[in-house]
């Protein structure tokens, strides 16, 4: 653990410069003694280090000072891959693995260069979820990625709307869309996938499983995402829209569905209006989605979805009036 420490140390310093005591603290995660004391450490090793007291002091390494040991670990190189997720990187277990190869890889660049990283790194930051979305409780997530690190198989029971089911799982990848955890798996039927937040538990077996050669994850998932968002889009609807308020179309439907929409759009009428065709999962889920658009949106068909409309605007109505 120390040596590990040591080295992170000795990355900072030559990755950032002169750093003060209580900024390595941070960074290390320990005491500002426990800094000097590895400082002491490193120079007893022959590292050329050196402390100055004072506001404008610090711990640095002699200048030209460069260690070759920056190279990476297996789990710092798979950590490498999640540079650009550090929250996939830490619900994985790989957060602080991914921080020191990172430390590695900047300690490796040139100075010009690993300046310019630093600057990306300041400027620019990736938040995948959507807004309001709160992230999913995901308590074995651990386990499903020991479970893909090392092909073992997996025991899961997992929870569908309406039972809880056991399932045998060869894991085969990890997919995080939108802030929420998805394993594909393979069963003794097909290729699947999981939402991990329904996973009830999950127990690794003694067994080791030969993952498909021809499997491709990021092929796999774009296929079963599309697959899965048009067998959703169960039912239709005709309707007009005023072509100043088609962009709503996106706050509140599927973007496949508003995809397939747009493509069945007329050219608009005389009033600005365009005719197309809405798919959605359900006809309450086409009135939510179509409810904000207020009186830009007229329902031409099916009946059903007109009559539902209409009794909301009516409910609403009476609710307002004086």
Known sequence: ??????????????????????????ELEVSVRTVYRDVEALSAAGVPVYSEPGRAGGVQLVDGYRTRLT??????ADAVLLAGSPGAAADLGLGT????????????????????????AERVHIDAPG????????????????ALWHDRRLQVRYGRKDKVVDRTL????????????????????????????????????????????????????????DDFAQSMLRVR???????????????????????????????????GWVELTLPSESYEVLAHG??????????????ELRARMAETAARMHALYHD
């Open 71 to 76: 190279g990476l670990t297996t789990d710092e």
């Open 131 to 146: 807004w309001f979305h709160r992230p999913d409780e995901t308590p074995t997530l651990n386990t499903v990625a020991d």
């Open 290 to 303: 179509l409810m904000p658009l207020g009186e830009y949106v007229e329902i031409l068909d099916p009946p």
């Open 97 to 120: 693995v991914l921080a020191t190869a990172q430390l590695k890889v900047l300690a490796a660049l040139p100075p010009e260069l690993r300046g310019r990283a630093t600057r990306i």
């Open 170 to 225: 060869d894991p085969l990848g990890l997919v995080m869309k939108a802030g929420t955890w998805y394993l594909v798996a393979r069963d003794s039927t097909a290729i699947r996938s999981y939402r991990v937040s329904r996973i009830i538990s999950a127990d690794l077996t003694s067994e080791s499983f030969t993952r498909p050669t021809d499997f491709d994850l990021s092929s796999h998932w774009s296929t079963a995402a």
């Open 1 to 26: 653990m120390r040596a590990s420490r040591l080295l992170q140390l000795l990355l900072i310093l030559q990755t950032r410069g002169r750093s003060t005591a209580g900024e390595l603290a941070e």
């Open 237 to 271: 609807a005709r309707c007009r829209i005023a072509t100043t308020h088609l962009r709503m179309l996106r706050l509140m439907n599927e973007p496949a569905a508003v995809a397939e929409a747009l493509a069945t759009a007329t050219e608009p009428d005389t009033e």
